[in-house]
């Protein structure tokens, strides 16, 4: 079983992941602690979420975005105005910047995907200053993020065939372990690794399921490309399975992994 990855849909993204991926975003911010008026390089950018969160909390010189998708970059140049910013076509193993420009390289939930994870670090390392800062993260697929475990979990006990596109197993560099020597491999120091936890409520069952029927990303993908019966059978599940309270609402937890180094 194979699902292309689909990235477009900047307002569907947002419903999905997006305001999970902001709340996140603040805390790692402000745990990579660097100095005001430091220039960084948001790499997979989509649409602009921690790039907004370093603009408002971390008072940047400027902060340039890059992503593959130009739905996405048109999203983020359409709703970031703050002239500090700006957006363009990019991808993580070839940034159009010259060497050391940047005093910050970051990538949120980005670095599993890429297709070369050690071409992409030496990339944010080339155009990082000497004494920068590289940092990401990734979220806790096999474990404590909880909206995307909580459907796997579902499918798979459905259809076991649904393990082959399981993010927990798809993606095994979201751990702790696996970004350490990531990042150690890249020849950067001081290498340290945490968890991020926010809450994930949702306001009802639909407020849950509804953005997995927006084909955007790889759990969506999944879901849109069941058959009507089998979308039905797994949407049972979950709501037979989600820890609903009685006014409705779900409260999950959504674990993101954040790695940092500093380049020598």
Known sequence: MSVPDRWSGGDAYEGYIGRWSRQVGATFVDWLDVALRSSWVDVGCGTGALSATILDRANPTWVRGFDPSADFVGYASTHITDPRASFAIGTADALPLDDGVADVVVAGLVLNFVPDPVVALAEMRRVARPGGVIAAYVWDYADRMDLLRSLFDAAIAIDPGAAAVDEGRRFPLAAPGPLRAA??????????????????????????????????????????????????????????????????????????????????
Do not use: C, K, M, N
């Open 183 to 264: 990042f150690e491999g890249a020849g950067l120091e001081a290498v340290d690794v945490r968890s991020i936890d926010v809450p994930t409520v949702f306001a009802s069952f639909d407020d849950y399921w509804t953005p997995f029927l927006s084909g955007v990303g790889p759990a969506p993908g999944y879901v849109v490309g069941l058959d009507d019966r089998a979308r039905s059978a797994l949407r049972d599940r979950l709501q037979a399975t989600l820890p609903i309270a009685s006014d409705g609402s779900i409260h999950l937890i959504a674990r993101a992994w954040a790695v940092r180094g500093a380049v020598a």
